[in-house]
């Protein structure tokens, strides 16, 4: 069965700091995984995806991703933290052949002047 | 990408009472999902919306509680029946569109009071 575990439930972080959330999967094969964010009383909004292409993967606002097979994680970072980064994240397994997302528990990012 | 509405945006709703949530895509597609956020939680998957068959629901949630339709390729409601309090959440829909990637509607925000 597939699974993920965000391995932190708060981050906070200083205006203009790198951003990490940590991510851990399980999966009896090769998965496929991706990062959402869910900023206040919004939706949720697709960040980045691994489709078993290249493992560093890069999305939207600044954001990157990377999957190491031999961890089990895939972690997402960002450079330099901006106000706005402020949300929820999502890391999410989704099961083979089926559409069917497993979500993480979410990381909560706070973002610090 | 798919463009999903979802209706109504949220409700106040007293319990025993039943309450159906609509979703439209702009285009037609196979699959439909349903999610539930409940407050300060993750997502959970309700069911799986196929157009032309019964919809497939996860452990824990049962058609009596959760009655689905999906009459056509670009339109699907859920039903959250005889409410309690319980049943305060978020209601998403969602649908995949190619290499894996899903979208999510804005939600439902359901208090029943």
């Known amino acids: 069965a597939q699974s993920v575990t965000q391995l932190d439930s708060h981050v906070s972080v200083s205006e203009g700091t790198p951003v990490l959330l940590r991510c851990n999967y399980s999966?009896?094969?090769?998965?496929?995984l991706f990062w959402y964010v869910q900023h206040p009383n919004k939706g949720l909004q697709l960040l980045l995806k691994y489709t078993s292409a290249a493992t560093l993967v890069k999305g939207i606002n600044g954001f990157e991703a990377e999957f190491k097979k031999s961890e089990t994680s895939f972690h997402l970072t960002k450079p330099s933290a901006h106000m706005s980064d402020a949300a929820e994240y999502f890391c999410v397994v989704s099961v083979s052949n089926t559409g069917k997302l497993i979500f993480g528990q979410g990381t909560t990012l706070q973002v610090k002047p | 990408s798919a463009v999903i509405s979802q209706k109504p945006s949220r409700d106040i709703c007293q319990r025993g009472t039943s309450l159906t949530i609509q979703c439209q895509v702009d285009s037609q597609v196979t699959m439909m999902f349903w999610y539930r956020q409940q407050p300060g939680q993750s997502l959970t998957l309700i069911a799986t919306?196929?157009?032309?068959?019964?919809?497939?629901?996860e452990s824990g949630f049962v058609i009596d509680k959760f009655p689905i339709s999906r009459p056509n390729l670009t339109f699907s409601t859920l039903t959250v029946s005889n409410m309690s309090p319980e049943d305060s959440s978020i209601y998403l829909c969602s649908v995949p569109t190619g290499l894996e990637t899903q979208y999510f509607g804005p939600g439902t925000r359901l208090l029943v009071l």
């Open positions: 999966s009896s094969y090769s998965p496929s």
């Open positions: 919306a196929n157009q032309g068959s019964e919809a497939t629901y």
